[in-house]
């Protein structure tokens, strides 16, 4: 079993002959390493953390108590398949949590660095999960689902398989969406658009230039009762040079699951 010298593992832990543990990381007591898991180095599993199967977990990660990491996919049709998870560094893995490896349909679940996921959220299988992203209580991830740069998923949120949400987007808490959501675009309930996530924007240093630019293009989009297809290449024609605004047009073209129009008019920006 490689593991590094400098490890510190509790003697009541169990640990897989084929793991390979880095150096200063910390196992807690009773938490379970399960076939060929690989640990990054200053990584810390806390006591009863579970790690499963073909897991790449990077460095300076926090995995907490009752987290399952690398589990078997709830999916039907999974017999068993040598499929991996892999996770990125400095992610923050709290109480509860449970990232489930991927399916033969994309062999792996990827779950990026500089994470949140907080107590009890889930990340099924085939999902992607960029960098900065922040999954609240109780948030759950269907399978195949993609949460890129910065998303939000506030506390008790559903995001249905396949579907897809942009950079620095927020769905708000007790909601869930069926549909991808663009870039930058809050929803609330099911499927409602309740406005810009200028709050977001601004703390990830996007210029008000550019913010005032996404509030134009939102309004042409959602407020001025043009068919989608026509609002895109009007805010294509006065906006597209603005770099968030190209980016949420290239995102709304390629959405897959289309995306909501039904906005609540009190509170869109």
Request: aromatic share 4%; charged share 15%.
């Amino acid at each position: 079993m490689p593991v590094s010298s400098t490890a510190r593992i509790h003697p009541s832990a169990i640990i897989s002959s084929d793991a390979e543990i880095g150096e200063n990381v910390e196992i807690g007591a009773l938490a379970i390493i399960d076939g060929p898991v690989k640990i990054g180095h200053s990584t810390i599993i806390k006591p009863g953390a579970k790690l499963f199967g073909n897991l790449s977990l990077g460095s300076k990660n926090i995995v907490y108590s009752g987290a399952i990491l690398g589990e078997a996919p709830q999916h039907m049709k999974y017999d068993g398949e040598p499929t991996r998870t892999i996770i990125g560094n400095n992610n923050i893995i709290r109480e509860g949590v449970t990232v489930h490896r991927g399916t033969t349909s994309s062999n792996e679940t990827v779950i990026g660095s500089g994470n949140f996921l907080m107590a009890n959220s889930h990340v099924a299988h085939d999902c992607r999960v960029g960098n900065g992203c922040i999954l609240a209580n109780g948030a759950l991830m269907g399978g195949h689902c993609v949460m890129e740069d910065g998303a939000f998923i506030s506390g008790n949120s559903a995001v249905h398989q396949f579907a897809k949400i942009g950079r620095l987007a927020l769905l708000s808490g007790v909601s869930a969406t069926t549909k991808d959501i663009p870039p930058f675009i809050i929803v609330q309930r099911i499927n409602v658009v309740s406005g810009v996530n200028v709050i977001g924007m601004r703390r990830a240093g996007i210029s008000h230039t550019n913010i005032d630019g996404i509030r134009k293009a939102f309004h042409i989009i959602y407020r001025e009762g043009l068919l989608l297809p026509q609002s895109l290449l009007k805010v294509e024609k006065e906006l597209g040079h603005i770099s968030e605004v190209a980016e949420f047009i290239a995102f709304t073209r390629a959405a897959t699951r289309g995306i909501s129009l039904e906005t609540n008019r009190l509170e869109a920006a």
